[in-house]
């Protein structure tokens, strides 16, 4: 009794060390700088919490099956994390995040069909163990089958435009929801007696799988971001409630902190988009008719070179660039980075403008630019740096459209009106830089790229930069 005494505080005493490990490396997520270390720091927390629960466990014949499956998870998720490039990140982590939800739901299965329906426990079921578990596997299965349309729609394997069944949508992921909280109260109605039967389970997870599905479907590539936030927050709550159904104090405090922070993130982000999260779930953003100008009429683009582009920046006061998706996919950073030396070396103010929602996840473009390692001082968040572009002789636009989108202030009919963007259009000179004149993320057209002052410098991103730079070394 003496020993298994030990035994239980040496195992809350990991768990102590290992949340706490948690907490302190999500403190360094707040920066680039410390990111890197947050991450690590994390990990060991990790690492202490499985050996904590190995020791838990205490009988050593499930432990080959236990660390078969850890070296199984380190060879499926280690390639992808190091191989993936920045350009598909928001995928890898909609992948991950789902992987997550499914493994809670898959937990939950277990945990029913081990207990016969929840009836069978060396004493009555208690209420936690019950509705964890149901909590866990509705919202586990919703998160794991939400983020397989996502990651679809950003390797666009699935349409970014809504896709949905108009009017009867809401109607039936309603429907789905009551369907499967229904059969979660059949169950727990059931675990006080004699058992239900698995098919009840099943169908709850089959219904929750559904939701998930039908709810992500009709949102729009424009709030991807906002939904692998969402999900991420999803994800988390299950986790938790996985945590309190198997009485494991790390799943708890982990699953809470990931909830939480997931949580403040997507209501952060919805507000950068002036949207509401319900609004958002409703769907009917992102996938907007794409028009060529106003009121009809057609309007011109006017195309510039790499050698007019650096003679305006060179003799410039001040250039903010503004990066995007565009610039991510042609991995562009580095390139960036070294125009903007040779811009200061000139003595021209180089600044960034960085959008909550730039890119297909937050923070996409911090993180290519941290990469790169630009300065941290120089990259201005959007409340920040608005109020600079009236004062700007040139604003470098970098593959970033939806975001740069004046509609979105003027345009009572836009999709996108009221949505906070960059106010790229009130500097002296705007210079665009994309592949073509296609629609961004959202299938909406920006009058950006028609006004008087703004040129087009058609290209590769990292290619137009790169001839920039070359332009800029012999002026």
Do not use: C
């Amino acid at each position: 009794m003496h020993t298994s005494d030990n035994l239980t505080y040496l195992v809350n005493g990991l768990y102590i060390v290992a949340f706490s490990l948690f907490i302190y490396g999500l403190m360094g997520l707040t920066g680039p700088k410390s990111a890197v270390r947050g991450n690590q720091i994390a990990a060991i927390g990790m690492a202490v919490a499985v050996v904590a629960t190995l020791i838990a466990i205490r009988d050593t014949s499930n432990w080959v099956l236990i660390i078969a499956a850890l070296v199984v998870g380190v060879v499926l998720g280690v390639p992808p994390a190091r191989y993936t490039k920045m350009t598909a990140m928001p995928q890898l982590v909609a992948a991950f995040n789902g992987v997550g939800g499914g493994t809670v739901a898959l937990i939950a299965w277990s945990e029913f069909l081990d207990s016969e329906g929840f009836s069978r426990f060396d004493e009555e079921p208690t209420v936690h163990i019950v509705i964890g578990s149901l909590f866990a596997a509705i919202i586990g299965s919703v998160s794991f089958w939400g983020s397989l349309v996502a990651f679809g729609k950003l390797q666009e394997i699935l349409p970014g435009r809504p896709i949905g069944i108009g009017r009867l949508q809401q109607p039936l992921n309603l429907a789905l929801l009551l369907g499967a909280v229904a059969g979660a109260v059949v169950i727990g109605v059931g675990a006080t007696g004699d058992g239900v039967s698995q098919l009840w389970m099943i169908a709850v997870l089959v219904l929750a799988g559904v939701l998930g599905l039908m709810v992500v479907l009709p949102i729009g590539g424009a709030d991807m971001p906002v939904v692998i936030s969402l999900l991420n927050a999803l994800t988390g709550l299950s986790a938790a409630a996985a945590g309190l159904a198997l009485n494991n104090t790390a799943m708890i405090v982990a699953g809470m902190i990931v909830g939480a922070s997931g949580t403040i993130l997507t209501n952060l982000m919805a507000k950068a988009m002036n949207r509401s999260i319900p609004a958002i779930v409703a769907g009917g953003f992102g996938g907007g008719t794409v028009v060529g100008g106003s009121g009809g009429e057609q309007k011109q683009a006017k195309s510039t070179s790499a050698a007019d582009a650096a003679i305006q920046m060179a003799y410039a006061n001040q250039v903010i660039i503004v990066p995007g998706y565009g610039m991510a996919v042609a991995q562009a950073q580095h390139a960036v980075k070294e125009m903007a030396a040779l811009l200061e070396g000139k003595g021209v103010e180089v600044k960034y403008a960085i959008h909550p929602v730039a890119g297909r996840m937050p923070g996409h473009m911090n993180v290519l630019l941290a990469e790169a390692e630009v300065s941290y001082d120089v990259l201005k968040e959007m409340d920040e740096i608005n109020g600079e572009f009236s004062r700007t002789d040139v604003a470098l636009v970098i593959g970033a459209n939806d975001v740069t989108n004046p509609a979105a202030r003027e345009d009572s009919a836009s999709p996108i009106y009221g949505m906070p963007v960059l106010n790229v259009d009130q500097a002296r000179n705007v210079i665009v830089l994309k592949r073509s004149m296609k629609s961004g993320f959202a299938g909406i057209d920006n009058p950006l790229f028609y006004a008087d002052r703004t040129s087009m410098l058609f290209g590769d991103a990292k290619r137009s930069v790169g001839e920039v730079s070359e332009e800029l070394k012999v002026l």
